[in-house]
């Protein structure tokens, strides 16, 4: 089955204590993304990665690190924590290395709480 | 600056009538919309995209129209179903340097599809 999983799916923390979001699709899609959606704000970009050791910024990227060391694998990286990164987090990817204008795929989401 | 607003936080219609949303953008730069359906819980999902050469697309019971001297799109679901209820994402794609898009998320819009 082609799918994005995500884990973990909810996650509660304490500010700065690094912590790891991990993404990984099986559709061998160049596109990979994160997002961010936080009530009365849609979904807000990361970071995104056209292709293997290739990431760039979205638009919301402070505090947030990404990689892609493998096609499969896009991890999002929270090296220190904070309360306003308290929010529900989407991973996706495309086929499309032009990404957007093509179908995205969704993971299921990591709710996450930072105290 | 919002520059995709679905201005209708929610909007309730009776099964078998017509579902109508719509979704406002500011930037002529936007080459590509697309709408995402969520369901509690999961990842958006793919619906149904149109290109700004476009002004009209349809799959089914969608049918997304684009008017791009009003910087306006709308998704049209006849007949609505009781599954359709969801959250919908409006979304326009604009071309970065390098070859990929930003895409840019409106806030969203329930939709309640009464039996």
């Known amino acids: 089955e082609a799918q994005v999983t995500q884990n973990p799916r909810y996650l509660i923390t304490v500010t700065g204590k690094k912590l790891t979001v991990t993404c990984s699709q099986n559709?061998?899609?160049?596109?990979m993304s994160w997002y961010r959606q936080d009530p009365g704000l849609g979904l807000r970009q990361i970071y995104y990665?056209?292709?293997?050791?290739?990431?760039d910024k979205g638009d919301v990227p402070e505090g947030y690190k990404v990689s892609r060391k493998e096609k499969r694998n896009f991890p999002l990286i929270l090296e220190s924590p904070s309360p306003n990164q308290t929010s529900l987090y989407f991973c996706?990817?495309?086929?499309?290395?032009?990404?957007?204008?093509?179908?995205?795929?969704f993971g299921p989401g990591t709710r996450l709480t930072v105290t | 600056d919002q520059q995709v607003k679905q201005n209708s936080p929610s909007l309730s219609v009776q099964e078998g009538r017509i579902s109508i949303l719509n979704c406002d953008y500011t930037?002529?730069?936007?080459?590509?919309f697309l709408w995402y359906k969520k369901y509690p819980a999961e990842g958006p999902t793919f619906l149904i995209s149109?290109?700004?050469?476009?002004d009209k697309n349809e799959d089914g019971r969608f049918t997304v129209f684009l008017n791009k001297s009003a910087k306006h799109l709308s998704l049209h679901i006849v007949p609505s179903q009781p599954g359709d209820s969801a959250v919908y994402f409006c979304?326009?794609?604009?071309?970065?340097?390098?070859?990929?898009?930003?895409?840019?998320f409106g806030k969203g819009t329930k939709l309640t599809v009464n039996p």
């Open positions: 930037n002529s730069m936007f080459d590509y």
């Open positions: 990665s056209m292709n293997v050791e290739v990431t």
């Open positions: 559709m061998n899609h160049e596109y």
């Open positions: 979304a326009a794609s604009e071309p970065r340097e390098g070859g990929s898009e930003k895409l840019v």
């Open positions: 149109i290109s700004s050469i476009k």
């Open positions: 996706a990817s495309s086929f499309s290395t032009r990404g957007a204008s093509y179908e995205q795929y």
